[in-house]
């Protein structure tokens, strides 16, 4: 049990909270901050582990996954910490199963082999979801001239009354639940048009080609940008520290953890996500527009199950790795409607050691949470051997992580807003109360729900600080330069 | 600090826990129980307080208010404690102010002066909602044969593809305010007609007339209930004894006090709303079921004002003091785009002591209760000196209680399901987690929601648990009849 005083006291170890610091060092290296993480590690809702290879060991990530160049911010900082990305491998057909027979249809280029009809409503829903998206203030959505109405509905109800053929409808839920981890009946559409304006729109969101949210994987793992961060801070980052209250004087916050040890400071950061803020015990208390938001903003389901091969023998074949389900077919009973698995990439490493990323992820994750890890995992492979075969029961390594068992996080990969929740979204999300201070990719304007985000977010907290604490420090400039979205000269 | 070995630990002392308290000790007055309570007082969602009237005190309810014969397990309980009940006044013309104009219209019967349009649509409306709500299985809605589509969209869409006139559908907007205290854009249509179907349809709901929900207040207060359960308790019941974590082993639970004191008990029964079961550290972990059915369950807003007066005016002028209002006008700026109040009732006391009930709800609540209590009762008067007068201004005494401040519970009158909840809801709200059993008003298929669920809760919850360690205790017969719902023979 200590008393400490410093400037600044950031709670979360993750990308937004060390991107933050980070920023903070950079414009006023005198400041005297703090990092307090719960867990025992950095890089919140990122995770590198080892698995076996054929010939010993590499390392895959768990959480996070994939940057591309359409997130300046990620980009940026994943180029100054010097690590490198490895690009995804997207060559090759692809699967696609879908429709009430769970058919497999495999194809080269990227739009599905899908019957005409099917593909134009596509193309017609999503880019009508894109031009909504387009309009959307990120700094006030609900002001969209159809801002109420569609946050009175679900995404699901949208989308019921706008495609008109059931593959169409079928292949958005796919991309919700890959996207968010949630079905489309759990968010408000404006919420989803949100989210989808804030990464510049849905082929952004969902494809792996250039210039999209899955272009890249990091070299050695997303951990590293929170483990390279947190180097450079040093002892400045205490984990194991849960933080448990935090109460606002005039001008000074004192902030406690679990372990009775309290840091009194000038500003507070809360950098964890949202459905973690209630659990703290805030004084004064969350004011009710946040509470409102909160309650409207669980975190979503993503289960992730990566399997290492000794030859990428998908690729001998001529498929891409890719492939996107309903689930299939899943007769074995045990009480599952389908099977569990939503998109799989080839997660073959930068130097060679092949393996597949799968999700299971939304209804489905919390279906398939309920069986043993071997029977989920038989579930998978035999989804799996659908599209590529037998052989992918042939694995060197398989690890699993579930989300839902993560502490100081409890799911993946992003809180979601459900209807009703946009009303409270702009006062509610951002808005520091007095000297405590929001980031997490949930409060981002670029790219939120993604690393990008977070570290968006954690500059932006880190801009409101200096502002206020080391004003001068910071320039018009400087806030431009984090609002900016990517915009491609020909897009 | 203690450690202490009992038959039942209860964890919440409202009419839930107290009510399942003593159905145990009925049925076996030698079982060891205690009666954990986080609050220095019992009664949950109940709370009588005194108030100044002309010429001394009276007691008046700022929490739950009323019962009527239409709730079989309070009314039987109320008996049983020997409490009077007293009739709800409705005697004279009533008001309603709805529409663009907020036109305020007074009628005498139960029916509203409203375009004869707008009543045979609220009255198909009603209709539809009734016979869908019949169709409901308490113990399975998801099984309904539109009952995942109904739980994919919230009952705003439903109404918004239902009524065909702008003031039905306005009116059943402020119906769901009123007594669910949230808007119908929160709330999976599912989970209203489940709601509903609890209660046996929507006139019980919304009315005050014989038969209804509203039909009769308690004479000296609803917290009585719970403070004469309680005494006959004695000290079984422990206040101020927060749990903070369960714990379960093969045939045991732990249970811990934020004091640190340790319950040693063969079962364990959670009397609490469930947004507060998150709150708990359990061991082993929430299934992922409720999970996911608490994740989408938040409590709701309720503010509840009294004013009591020297004389009860609007009855001389021939009034009821009834009113139902979207808010009204508000043009004193504050930011809030209508007024605050949703519903009032005349709350005259038994002996005579006049008094005027208010209500602000949902959306109105989160809006109002950033303002002042003084610009916030102005506001009230305002809207109240349009249906009675001015004379509302000279009031004798006024009490406010925000259930959002609330601890140990964070708002009211209930928890409510979002769209996707209802997917989760049977297996999830009341299935015992092992040797953990549910109540709590939420957890009802009798009157949930209400007082009258919550003894069938607890009652439920006491009959599980006899069944299981004292078997023979319980017949059949207690099941079927704890588990009637009230039908009117006329109904």
Redesign the interface.
Known sequence: MSTKEVDVVIVGAGIAGLSCARYLLKKDETLNIVILEGKDRVGGRTLSVPLKTDDGTNTWDLGAHWVGRCQPHIMRLVGELGLKTHEQCIQGRKFLQIGKDNSVRSYASDIPTLPLLDLLDLDRTMKKLDSLAREVDQNDPYSHKRGPEF????L??YLNNTCWRAESKELMCIAVRSTLG?????ISMLYFLTYVSSAGGLKQLTEATPYTAQEYTIQGGTQQISLKMAGALGNSVRLGEPVTSISQAVDTVTVETGHGNVYICKKVVLAVPPNQIG?LTLEPPL???K??LY??M??A?YVKIIFTYKMAFWREEGYSGESVTSGGPWTAGAGCICGPLCFTFDDTSANGDPALVTFVTG?QA?EW??QTAEVRHKAILETLSQFFGSRVNEYVDCREKDW?EEPFCEGGPVCTA???AM??YADGLRKPMGNIHLAGTETATVWAGYMSGAVQSGYRAAIEILANIRPGTVSQEDIDENNKPFKRSNS
Not at 151 to 154: K, P, R, S
Not at 182 to 186: R, S, W
């Open positions: 946050d009175q509905m679900t699901q109800t949630v079905e489309a009946h759990d659990k004011p009710t527009i509470r409102e309650k409207r669980p975190m389901n209804a919390v949470r309920q839902d459900a209807p009703g009303k409270y």
